[in-house]
Nanobody, 121 residues
Framework: QVQLVESGGGLVQAGGSLRLSCAAS????????MGWFRQAPGKEREFVGA????????RYAVSVKGRFTISRDNAKNTVYLQMNSLKVEDTAVYYC??????????????WGQGTQVTVSS
């Protein structure tokens, strides 16, 4: 069992940066790949990126590649999403989840409650 709590969301101007954190509880955190997802109003939840259990592999959605970076600190049971060069279209509720590295959204087992990111023009 893994419990996840996101933090770090907020309001930022276009072109700015934010770093989201996802704190996990549970002894099995380091055995899971971690994913970040987002859901904008009126849209389906979408994949943002994922990091392997070791932190050695990452993958990203095309829309965020080169702007967002995922990292993790297994000693702190925390995964991060560094978001740079933010765009208005990045506005969404961001979720972290634990599951298979290349899994679909439905295959992720544990989810946080989400944190709101709003990018203003």
């Amino acid at each position: 069992q893994v419990q996840l709590v996101e933090s770090g969301g907020g309001l930022v101007q276009a072109g700015g940066s934010l770093r989201l954190s996802c704190a996990a509880s549970g002894r099995t955190f380091s055995s899971y790949a971690m994913g970040w997802f987002r859901q904008a109003p009126g849209k389906e939840r979408e994949f943002v990126g994922a990091i392997s259990w070791s932190g050695l592999s990452t993958r990203y959605a095309v829309s965020v590649k080169g702007r967002f970076t995922i990292s993790r600190d297994n000693a702190k049971n925390t995964v991060y999403l560094q978001m740079n060069s933010l765009k208005v279209e990045d506005t969404a509720v961001y979720y972290c989840a634990a599951g298979p590295y290349r899994g679909t959204i439905a295959e992720y087992d544990y989810w946080g409650q989400g944190t709101q990111v709003t990018v203003s023009s």
